[in-house]
């Protein structure tokens, strides 16, 4: 079964900018989670989608936004990009994260740099 | 509100064992996750601990106490390749969202 996969892996945007980075889950994962990994911050949550719908947000600005599609594919974009924006930016699949046993699975993310 | 703490370096040497602790504050959670992550790439999941006690698979072992709020991961016999970030992870209940701590990084030495 194919992994979670990611585009474009490798980004450079300038300020002002806008980015829209996309994941495919593993088949049959209706659930998926937007993190952005820096190296002083860890993972931080962004958002999580679950059949098209926004169960959970994270506390960013509402420049980041997302959606997912009905095959459960998911977008993430980010508006007006700031410096501080120069992240990694995982996305992870599971069955559904309602479940305690549900495990994420990452794909490889998407290195974004906003010069 | 929800807070994971990790000794954020340890350095161990190889075929020895290391224990890397998490503690953690939250109202309830559904699960504790352990993951790997090598430079560069994405976190794996090595765990999951949901009731009390050890959970053993191969070189890592992984344990809880809820009570205590508290998590190890044991690795044994350490390899080179161990060398990377361990991430402690909850999932609180009544939410949609994984919270991670911001890792251990171990480094292993010959």
């Known amino acids: 079964k194919a992994g979670v996969t990611q585009t474009p892996r490798y980004l450079i945007k300038t300020r002002g900018q806008q980015v829209t980075l996309s994941c495919s889950p593993i088949?049959?994962?209706?659930?998926v989670s937007w993190y952005q990994q820096t190296p002083g911050q860890g993972l931080q949550f962004l958002f999580e989608y679950f059949s098209e719908t926004q169960r959970n947000k994270g506390n960013f600005p509402g420049r980041f936004s997302g959606r997912q599609f009905s095959n459960s594919r998911s977008e993430m974009n980010v508006s007006t990009l700031e410096l501080g924006d120069s992240a990694l930016y995982l996305c992870?699949?599971?069955?559904?994260?309602?479940?305690?046993?549900?495990?994420?699975?990452f794909g490889p993310g998407t290195r974004l740099t906003v010069l | 509100g929800q807070n994971i703490d990790q000794p954020t370096e340890m350095t161990a040497t190889e075929g020895a064992i290391v224990q890397i602790n998490c503690t953690y504050q939250t109202s309830g959670f559904n699960g504790l996750f352990w993951y790997q992550q090598h430079a560069g790439e994405a976190p794996t999941f090595l765990s999951y601990?949901?009731?009390?006690g050890l959970e053993e698979k191969g070189r890592f072992s992984s344990f809880l106490s809820r009570s205590k709020g508290y998590s190890y991961l044991l690795l044994k016999e350490l390899q080179m390749k161990d060398s990377a970030s361990y991430l402690c992870?909850?999932?609180?209940?009544?939410?949609?969202?994984?919270?991670f701590g911001a890792g251990t990084r171990l480094f292993v030495k010959a």
């Open positions: 601990n949901v009731l009390d």
């Open positions: 992870a699949s599971s069955l559904d994260t309602w479940a305690g046993t549900d495990t994420q699975y």
């Open positions: 088949s049959g994962h209706r659930s």
């Open positions: 992870a909850v999932k609180p209940t009544g939410g949609f969202k994984t919270i």
